[in-house]
């Protein structure tokens, strides 16, 4: 679809990583759903956020989330107005298209918790008055796996409101070279001209429901999770939740081809960013090393059940 392997095409132009990590990016946004990134600084995460932003005509603001951010500094808050007796709503930096919630990791439960009626619902509750957030709304937020001094580990509840969970990875020789040439990346990202508005974007979104699933492929996805339910070394399969959200990201995933189902393929490209956030394995481990088997997992999986002909 043009549109969409124009909005690809035009944040590519900043974001030399993985070109899958932006095809990921754009799923996520297509499916109404919001993005996790685990991985170490420095890796363009804040650049993705911007380059999305502005390549779809939105609003973006970056958070950094630490240790005394109270939820009134993400929702707002009402202010006393004495010359009327009145209080007046001023609106916090979540009224925002795009928001990059940067170590969501390191803020408390409390603020943390602020942010799943906004994720779920499209709105904040703030004393007693409901108030509908900017459409399209996405997060990204990110994590350090290193580092633990100082975090709140997210909660399961809080995990799966995020639709994906990605890492970036290092850039290749090729593409580091690319990013130390001297450009400002970060830059060029503010600059970039949009290719869609919100209003395309809700039109995209809309289309993502009539992507047809064959009753195959609903079999090989419900295979799936059946699986994880069964697999040694995990303790919490996935749920049906997690089956339906599988199925809406291969929806999106085969939108960006263009084509109008969904083929095994797009299930099996999307898995692992959809379920390894959606299961509790065994292990004691953490950080990179608890990522890296969760992956380890699924791909078990995805190996162990057949494709539907």
């Known amino acids: 679809m043009k549109k969409i392997d124009a909005l690809i095409a035009n944040i590519r132009k ?8 932006v095809r990921l990016v754009v799923t996520a946004l297509l499916a109404r759903g919001h993005l996790l990134i685990e991985d170490v600084p420095g890796i363009g995460k804040t650049l993705l ?52 919630a940067d170590e969501i990791n390191r803020t408390t439960p409390k603020t943390q918790s602020a942010l799943l009626e906004a994720m779920n619902d ?31 580990p997210l909660p399961e509840a809080q995990l799966d409101r ?43 979104q809309d289309q ?5 699933v064959d009753e195959s492929l609903l079999g090989y996805i419900v295979s799936l999770a059946s699986e994880t339910r069964k697999t040694k070394g995990i303790k919490l399969g996935v749920s049906p939740r997690g089956s339906l959200l599988l199925r809406r990201a291969a929806q999106a995933h085969a939108l960006t ?21 959606r ?7 953490f950080g990179l090393l608890r990522i890296h088997e969760s992956d380890t997992i699924i791909q078990g999986v995805l190996e162990r059940v057949p494709i539907p002909l």
């Open 257 to 277: 081809y263009g084509r109008d189902h969904i083929l095994p393929d797009d299930v099996k490209r999307v898995a692992a960013p959809v379920l390894t956030h």
């Open 162 to 204: 995020f639709l994906l969970r990605v890492k970036i990875g290092y850039p290749s020789a090729e593409n580091e070279k690319e990013i130390i040439r001297g450009r400002d990346l970060y830059h060029l990202a503010a600059r970039l001209e949009p290719v869609l508005n919100p209003a395309e974007v809700r039109a995209l």
């Open 49 to 100: 956020g911007v380059a999305l932003a502005r390549s779809i005509e939105s609003s973006f603001r970056r958070i950094q989330f630490t240790n005394d951010l109270l939820p009134s500094d993400l929702l707002g808050m009402s202010i006393f107005n004495p010359r009327e007796s009145t209080f007046s709503f001023k609106p916090g930096p979540i009224f925002s298209h795009i928001i990059l």
């Open 279 to 285: 299961i509790v394995i065994e292990s004691q481990s």
């Open 208 to 212: 993502v429901d009539g992507i047809r």
């Open 122 to 152: 499209l709105q904040v509750t703030v004393d007693g008055g409901t108030y509908p957030l900017p459409d399209p709304f996405m997060i990204i937020a990110t994590q350090n796996p290193i580092e633990y001094h100082g975090t709140f």
């Open 14 to 21: 900043v974001f030399v990583g993985d070109p899958e990590v």
